[in-house]
C-alpha cells in the first residue's frame, strides 16, 4: 500500500488524502446523526434559515412543541453545512482521483471532481431536509428544557446581541437548538449553560452556569 502510494505523483497524493480524510469524517458525521448525536443543525451552523415549519408537520402539532431548529428554520435546501462540505471533499475528491487514471489531465479532473461534489452536496442537501422534516413529526416539547443544563455549540453573544447554539439532551437524544443570552457577557464555546426560560418561537433563554 505505502509503495503504491509513494509511486503516485504529489497531486495524486495530496487529493488521495483529502478522499481519505474526507469520507472518513462524512461517515463518522452520518453515524453519529443516526444515532442522535451532533444533532440536526450543523446545517445551520454556517448559515441562517428563515422562520417556519416544514410543510409536512401536521395542524394539530403545536410550534411550540417542535424543535427549536424547527420553529427557527425552513425545510429548504442548504450546502453550505458540515456535511454538505464533508460530502463535496469526499465525493469530489475520489471522482478526480478516477477521472485522472483515465484520462491523465489535472485540469480535466478537477472539472469532473469540483461538479461530481457540487451534485454531492445537493444530494446530501435533499437528505438532511428529509431527515429535519422526518424529525419535526416527532412531538419534542420545549418546555421541558427549561432548568435542563446544556453546552454553547456556537458563541452566545451577549444579551439583545443575537442568537447562538446550545447542545442540550431532550428525550435522550443530543440536538443543537438556537439560544439567546441574559447575561451581558458573550458565552464562549464550550461553556455550560443552564435553560431558564422559553421564547415563543422555541428559541432558548440561558445563562451562564
Same mark, same amino acid.
Given at each position: 500500500m ?6 503516485? &505523483? ?6 488521495? /488524502?483529502?478522499?481519505?480524510v474526507?469520507? =472518513?469524517?462524512?461517515v463518522?458525521?452520518a !453515524?453519529?446523526?443516526?444515532? !442522535? *448525536?451532533g =444533532?440536526?443543525?450543523?446545517? $445551520?451552523?454556517?448559515?441562517?434559515? @428563515?422562520?417556519?415549519? @416544514?410543510?409536512?408537520?401536521?395542524d394539530?402539532v @403545536?410550534?411550540? +412543541? %417542535? @424543535?427549536?431548529e424547527?420553529n427557527s428554520?425552513?425545510? !429548504?435546501?442548504?450546502?453550505?453545512? %458540515?456535511n454538505g462540505?464533508?460530502?463535496f471533499?469526499a465525493?469530489?475528491s ?10 491523465g489531465?489535472h485540469v480535466?479532473?478537477l *472539472? ?6 457540487v ?8 437528505i438532511?431536509r428529509?431527515?429535519?422534516k422526518?424529525?419535526?413529526s &416527532? #412531538?419534542?416539547n420545549?418546555k +421541558?428544557?427549561? =432548568?435542563?443544563?446544556g453546552e /454553547?455549540?456556537?458563541?452566545?453573544p451577549?444579551?439583545?446581541?443575537g442568537? =447562538?447554539?446550545? #447542545?442540550l439532551?431532550l #428525550?435522550?437524544k443530543?440536538? +443543537?437548538?438556537?439560544a439567546?443570552?441574559?447575561d ?5 464555546? !464550550?461553556?455550560?449553560?443552564r435553560? /431558564? +426560560? %422559553?421564547?415563543? $418561537? &422555541?428559541t ?5 452556569e
Open positions: 505505502m509503495a503504491w502510494f509513494h509511486s503516485l &505523483g504529489l497531486f495524486e497524493q495530496i487529493t488521495f /488524502v483529502f478522499a481519505i474526507a469520507s =472518513g469524517a462524512f463518522i458525521k !453515524g453519529l446523526m443516526m444515532i !442522535g *448525536i =444533532g440536526m443543525s450543523d446545517m $445551520d451552523a454556517l448559515e441562517d434559515m @428563515p422562520d417556519d415549519v @416544514p410543510d409536512d408537520v401536521p394539530d @403545536p410550534t411550540d +412543541d %417542535l @424543535p427549536a424547527i428554520t425552513s425545510s !429548504g435546501l442548504h450546502f453550505f453545512s %458540515l462540505i464533508l460530502a471533499f465525493v469530489g475520489w471522482a478526480v482521483l478516477a477521472c485522472l487514471d483515465k484520462t489531465s480535466i479532473s *472539472i469532473v471532481g469540483f461538479v461530481a461534489g451534485i454531492m452536496m445537493f444530494v446530501s442537501a435533499l438532511m428529509a431527515m429535519l422526518l424529525q419535526a &416527532g #412531538n419534542v420545549m +421541558d428544557a427549561i =432548568g435542563k443544563i /454553547v455549540y456556537l458563541m452566545i451577549a444579551m439583545d446581541d442568537e =447562538g447554539k446550545v #447542545n439532551m #428525550n435522550e443530543i440536538s +443543537d437548538y438556537n439567546v443570552s441574559l451581558k457577557e458573550p458565552i464562549e464555546t !464550550g461553556a455550560r449553560v435553560v /431558564v +426560560d %422559553l421564547k415563543d $418561537d &422555541g432558548l433563554v440561558v445563562q451562564r
